[in-house]
């Protein structure tokens, strides 16, 4: 693989373009999420928006046409504080014997390059293309593999993207300690979007396509009463900020009503540990 100072910045740049290109509804369906009594500046806005944006659209919406990327959990084991979880990555529909850079995006959306020299074999798992001075210590072909840790529903992401002209790209997502609920079919998930939950992101799926929705939610004393509409896939997205003014931690209730079901999500604010 050619190493060259800009591939990160590249890097960046083509995630950029993943997230603006895989959902221009996006941003209107972050801003009308947010808590009618949050003040926020322009600049506030606009991060919450992007990360919005990131959350929602992270995986196939923003992979080239063709490639899926997924992740198969390995091994959980306790160290100290925290409990490391191993995954390793498989892909599907990229280019055969091309290498690729590995990514991840961070929750404040950040992109760092965590490996270059990357490529899939036969069954389509991610190997070492055993190249001089790549895989940071793999060997040639050695599976790579993804030790993470993680607290109570954080999302981790990773990426490929090819080195050549084409920078064909695959993205994927899990959170290793998800924070979820279901009823009838229908589930709901949270996912933190800063670290302490300051914004925290509602995912649902299993609602009828295009469904009216009903939404309640309560952090200590403030209620609010909505309605939202399902997408044609049936899932639904929200970017919430739960702080209450005077409280530096506490939990919020969400609650989607449906014709067909209603799931009731408890989620906790102010406060990050690692599971």
Sequence with gaps: MRHHAAFPVLLLVLFAVAVAQSDHDAQKSS?????????????????????????????????????????????????????????????TGLPAKATFALMQVQIDGSVNQVMDGVTLDASGEAICAGREGTCQGNGPNDPIDLVVYAGKAEPKRFGLVSDDEAHVKGFVGVVPFPNATTDKGCRLESIIGTRNGELTFIQGDGFEPNAELTIDSQSYDEQHHDTAKAEADGSYFAAVLPYVSGKKSGKSVWEVRSKSCNPKLTFSWGTYRLD
């Excluded at 009594?37 to 919406?61: C, D, H, W, Y």
């Design 31 to 91: 801003a009308s999420s947010l808590g009618a009594s949050q003040e926020l500046t322009p600049e506030q806005r606009a991060k919450v928006e992007q990360l919005g944006k990131i959350q929602k659209n992270f995986g196939k919406r923003m992979n080239s046409p063709g490639v899926e990327l997924s992740l198969r959990e390995m091994t959980r084991s306790q160290e100290a504080d925290r409990t490391l979880v191993r995954y390793r990555l498989y892909g």
